[in-house]
């Protein structure tokens, strides 16, 4: 008799797919609760990497429900928000949870229950139909308009992304993936806990990125894929660079064996692939997606994977390049905007018919990033609005935290903006003209940040100054605020 196969390798256990089944059942029921179909009810989760977050992700779908997973790491006001925004249905929380979500909850009137009592209901028998154009996922992400905006992907689109990285990527259910990644953006949900359960491989989930946990894994031989963003093959570096000479030997000879190592969501730096190149004998394959996308470009599997590129189109995705104008570019060499058709692409952001419409030109989204061609693969050049900032694989918002900070009774004004950082990528930095007569410092203001925003919107540089610099419209030039940021040392 075979071994059954394991889906989730967790912090609370290992289990195989029936067990998995079982207990996706067992939520399902939990959600209907005597009903016969959620109809696309939204159901919000606040699960850590677990056996129990696979559960209640695959018992919201068998239930007719909408997932929408909630971050970990985010204060009770982005939890508060994302809960009202999607007009939950149900919140369900893992019992750590409860005392932040409780209240939450009970304001916006919103039925909340655990991972425990879901997972301890009698198993759903029969499940409804779900159809393929149904909505599937509402993953929640920065925009250039203010507050994050739910990003709606269907059973459809989602069975479309999943397909083009399994037949790009080579996924077998021989695969076991190594996750450290937040599972409510589409790097760590989709590419990695979605399409190893749709081939049948294994999910090995870590509580949170530790470099040295990861190493051991990685040296173990048990694992065959991995994937992260580029500030964590940061810090596996460091941590490699710290061990002694055996460890050092055992760390690259171990991850040598794994059959793929992939970077994402920000750009790799080419000085960061190289050096893991000499560590572990693997060139990151880089590729580059979006939550309204999944992933769209990538290097091969097989053949030359090059350094600052992110590829060719994944199967069944379209791209072109636009400029300014709206011409289509036919030729390489001359950059424009990033636009992409396809089965893979989202439905809408969620009840907001007028920013969908206008994310989109001719039926292609409009991506925002600006790439060039060369020889069939794509390079990005950078991002056509200063306003979104990407740090340390996150996409973040200037407009949302710019809102945040002017709350504060010290600010008269200010103006946030990425700065180009080895470690992070970009790191979010604002400049700020303060009341005369009230104090301000980074920590002040930091402090007052961290109860409305996640820990990475949270500003790590800051300059005070008297008038922030302005065109002749009163137009605060964002450009110029870089430069005094640069060279500004945190405060
Ligand atoms: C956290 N800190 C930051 C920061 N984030 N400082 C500067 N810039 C940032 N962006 C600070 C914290 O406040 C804290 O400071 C210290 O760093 C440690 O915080 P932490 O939360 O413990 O961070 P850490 O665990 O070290 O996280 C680093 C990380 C994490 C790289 C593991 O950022 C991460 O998981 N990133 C992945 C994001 C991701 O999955 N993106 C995919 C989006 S989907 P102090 O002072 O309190 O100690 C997408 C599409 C696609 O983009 O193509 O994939
Ligand atoms: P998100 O909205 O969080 O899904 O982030 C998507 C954005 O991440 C894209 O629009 C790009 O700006 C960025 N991104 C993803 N992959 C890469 C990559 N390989 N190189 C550079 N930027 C990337």
Redesign the pocket.
Known sequence: MSTPRIAISAPDGDVTYEQLDEAASRVAGALLAGRDDLGGARVAFLVPPSFAYAAVLRGTWRAGGVAVPLAV?HPPAELDYVIRDAEADVVVAAPGYLPALAPLCAAAGVRLITTDAALAAPALTAHPHLGAGRRALIIYTSGTTGRPKGVVTTHAGLGAQVSALVSAWGWTPADRILLV??LH????LV?GLITALAVGGTCEMLP??DAGAVWRRLASGDITVFTA?P??YL?LIAAWEAASPDVQRAWSAGAGRLRLMMS??AALPVTTLERWRALTGHTLLER????ELG?ALSNPLDGERRPGSVGAPLPGVEVRLVRESGDVIPDDAEPGELEVRGATVFLEYWRRPEETQVAFREGWFRTGDVAVRDRGAYRLLGRTSVDIIK?????VSALEIEEVLRRHPAVAECAVVGVADAE?GE??SAVVEARPDAPLSLELLQAWAREELA??K?P?ALRIVEALPRNAMGKVVKPELAALLATAEPE
């Open positions: 790491s990644l937040p953006h589409v790097h760590g590419n949170a990125f963003v500030t964590i810090r994402g969501s580059y997606g979006m939550t992933m740090t340390g694989g996150y996409k992070w790191r979010v820990p990475y949270v790590r």
